[in-house]
């Protein structure tokens, strides 16, 4: 059931976390292991993307993104290398990968404070569950999303589907 900005949610503002709450220290990392990181927090948000960027440049269906100030994402060993990489929109996005094998672990799109950690780089991408469904309109027909999922054809307002502890950490970083 795709949702319009604003519809009754399972989970309102200042609600308790998703299940994604508990990360701090979770670690991550490449595909050779040149590359690892170590999150200090939980994130503010897990989108899970399906436009059409996002399709082709992970060559994928989806990409499950972990969103976290940049700051709260610790290089624990190597040195991810920064790609810049048109998107559909006509903008850029940086995206960071291991110089190595090239497995992008993190991206940035116009806020360069915000990481968006790929999910399936963490050492278990299996706890990772997503807040929200986005750019559904250019999903894969396949690909069936749980009718109690929050989705939207495009993007969503953000105070109306983060948690209050969130929201004032993107504030933090907005007043910067």
Known sequence: MEREAGDDLTRLPGSAPS?????????????????????????????????????????????INLLIERDRVGVVSGEPQA?????????MQRIYRCPSCQIALFSEYTYPEVWFVRGGTLDEPRSVTPDVHIFTRSKVNWVQIPESAAAFDVFYKLDE???RESLERIQALRDG
């Open 19 to 63: 299940p994604t709450a508990r990360f701090s220290g979770v670690e991550g990392g490449c595909a050779c292991g040149a590359v690892r990181y170590r999150l200090a927090s939980e994130p503010l948000f897990v989108h899970c993307c399906h436009c059409m960027s996002c399709q082709r440049q992970t060559g994928s269906a989806f990409v």
């Open 83 to 91: 790609v810049d990489v048109p998107r559909d929109s006509g903008g």
């Open 161 to 163: 589907l983060w948690p």
